[in-house]
């Protein structure tokens, strides 16, 4: 069973919005999930678990004899160990796939100014960031990372092939979708996706998808481009649909 353990201040944050829908029926079947209180190993009668900033500076900074205690109190399993960071590398839809793959993940939610770099590399923590921006903590950051990673286990989603076309999944963003009713508000479903021909529904979607990686995601089509050469004599380019 695929297993995520969760360092946190916040513990009662858990399991959240993964205890609803699709996630929340696989919990116990398809993967498990437990909470690590920091504050269980804190310091003193007020359980203390962060420090001023060494060289001084604003904030608060999680101690790294404080997290180190936590991460020593699971078991050494094999599972990455994450700390949900701002500076970490961006976390894709690759590592999502090596991380379900795996036995699970063990996750240190950051807070305040951060995490004691000592701690970090003592314990060989991989850094993540789930985009360019900065969160309250890393319990939101948490929840987005077990989410990419239980929604592809075998058995959570219904059927395999719908990751298969997913956004990112071969380096283009999904084309679009419709359905009922056919026409709405003067828009009509495009009529190729009505006339049953799938070679070229399926056609029509590589299109797209090319077409709105190019215009949403000018780095992706560059890199989804110099892997996919054309044929000769021909540029690599989205062509225009009717």
């Not at 609803?20 to 437990?34: C, P």
């Not at 269980?40 to 060494?54: E, K, S, W």
């Not at 049953?196 to 481009?225: F, N, V």
């Amino acid at each position: 069973m695929w297993r995520a353990s969760v360092i946190t201040l916040y513990p009662e944050m858990f399991p959240g919005p993964l205890g609803q829908s699709l996630a929340g029926r696989a919990l116990g079947d398809s993967w498990a999930l437990d909470t690590v209180p920091l504050r269980d190993f804190g310091h003193g009668r007020h359980r203390a678990v962060d420090d001023t900033p060494a060289g001084g500076g604003p904030g608060m900074v999680l101690r790294a004899d404080v997290v180190a205690r936590a991460l020593d109190s699971l078991s050494p399993d094999g599972r990455p160990r994450l700390v949900l960071s701002p500076r970490g590398a961006p976390l894709d839809q690759r590592r999502v796939r090596s991380l379900s793959a795996g036995p699970g993940v063990v996750l240190l939610c950051g807070r305040f100014e951060g995490v004691d770099e000592r701690v970090i590399a003592s314990r060989h923590l991989e850094e993540v960031s789930i985009g360019d921006y900065v969160l309250s903590g890393g319990e939101l950051a948490a929840l987005v990372i077990m989410d990419a990673c239980v929604r592809l286990l075998e058995g959570v989603m219904g059927k395999t092939e719908s990751a298969v076309s997913e956004s990112f999944e071969n380096g283009l963003l999904e084309y679009p979708q419709f359905t009922r009713p056919r026409l709405f508000e003067g828009q009509a479903v495009p009529q190729v996706l009505l006339d049953g021909d799938h070679a070229r529904i399926a056609a029509w979607r590589q299109e797209q998808a090319e077409k709105q990686t190019a215009l949403r995601r000018p780095d992706l089509w560059a890199s989804y481009a110099a892997s996919h050469p054309p044929p000769a004599g021909r540029t690599k380019k989205p062509r225009e649909s009717p």
